[in-house]
């Protein structure tokens, strides 16, 4: 594809407003309107960037070449379904759909009209991540705790949808297989659904992991730690640090040896902006996008499993 890459945005909320500045910012792409029934949150994101307003996507059909759909998760398969079936290209935020059955035809949507379908797990995108290398060692155990006061968006999904679904879905992409079991646990505290959960995840090579979400705690906190084979590793995503620890060669006991440590600081990282980039350059190179609609139904299925245990 040549030219600039004509881009939309719908739903102007916390996430979408960030979309559109970026669609904005990028050289070879033209921000050419924003779509929110909402008018007043709309209005301000389209008058930062002189762009039109609509209050129906099915407007802009024809006018673009790809979307962001950060609207309620509730509507992603009808708004994305519709894209996709005019062979535009979408990203929409995560969780990619509620079901697993709307997810599959989406996937099938992209396929059949030759269109991207990226889902915004954006913290793959994350710098201290991105820089992660487990040298073939695949984890024995992962240890995950993703903390959060509490907010009023995004309380239509439960913390697995909403919090715990970014780290099933890099989990599932490091250990690359499916779950052989699940147990979890989860209450309400505030709202009518699962506040605060855990979920221990088995999986046939013999990794666990155990993940913990909270969306009412008092502090924030968005960690990852992976034992492996020979060391130890350290994922501070709300920092973007990365620290690695590894046997050294002297010893700290007699027959134990000294740990090494290495911290890595990636001051400068836009997880937000290399997530769009990718999938711009998908469109226009033609490739996978590194979280594709497969990894976005992946990490769903699992979540699901999740909410199916913490709701019986």
Not at 28 to 54: F, I, S, T
Not at 103 to 117: K, N, S
Not at 149 to 163: C, E, G, I, Q, Y
């Amino acid at each position: 594809m040549t030219g600039k890459l004509r881009c939309a945005v719908v739903g102007t909320g916390h996430l979408g407003r960030w979309h559109a500045d970026k669609y904005a910012a990028l050289p070879d792409c033209e921000l050419v309107g924003v779509v929110d029934v909402d008018q007043e949150a709309g209005r301000a994101v389209a008058d930062k960037h002189n762009v039109p307003l609509y209050d129906d996507h099915l407007a802009i059909i024809g006018e673009v070449d790809a979307v962001s759909i950060a609207a309620p998760t509730s509507l992603h398969y009808r708004i994305a379904r519709d894209f996709l079936s005019a062979g535009v290209h979408v990203l929409v935020e995560k969780p990619i759909t509620t079901t697993l059955a709307e997810a599959d035809e989406l996937i099938e949507l992209a396929a059949r009209h030759g269109a991207r379908l990226q889902v915004g797990h954006l913290e793959r995108f994350n710098a201290a991540l991105m820089d992660l290398d487990l040298q073939n060692q695949p984890p024995r155990f992962i240890e995950c705790h993703r903390l959060a006061p509490f907010k009023p968006r995004a309380t239509d999904v439960s913390v697995v949808l909403d919090l715990m679904i970014h780290d099933i879905d890099i989990i599932l992409s490091l250990v690359d297989e499916t779950p052989e079991r699940i147990d979890a646990k989860g209450v309400p505290v505030l709202t009518g659904d699962t506040d605060i959960a855990n979920a221990r995840l088995q999986f046939p090579g013999g990794c666990v992991a155990n993940v913990t979400a909270s969306r009412v705690s008092m502090k924030m906190e968005r960690k990852m730690r992976l034992f492996l084979p020979n060391g130890y590793v350290s994922v501070d995503f709300q920092n973007r640090v990365l620290t690695r620890h590894q046997p050294g060669e002297r010893e700290m006991f007699p027959g134990i040896p000294e740990i090494v440590s290495e911290e890595s600081v990636f001051e400068d990282g836009d997880a937000l902006m290399a997530e769009i980039r990718d999938f711009v350059a998908c469109i226009r190179e033609g490739r996978r996008p590194l979280v594709d609609g497969q990894a976005g139904r992946r990490a769903l299925a699992t979540a699901i499993q999740i909410s199916e245990q913490l709701s019986a």
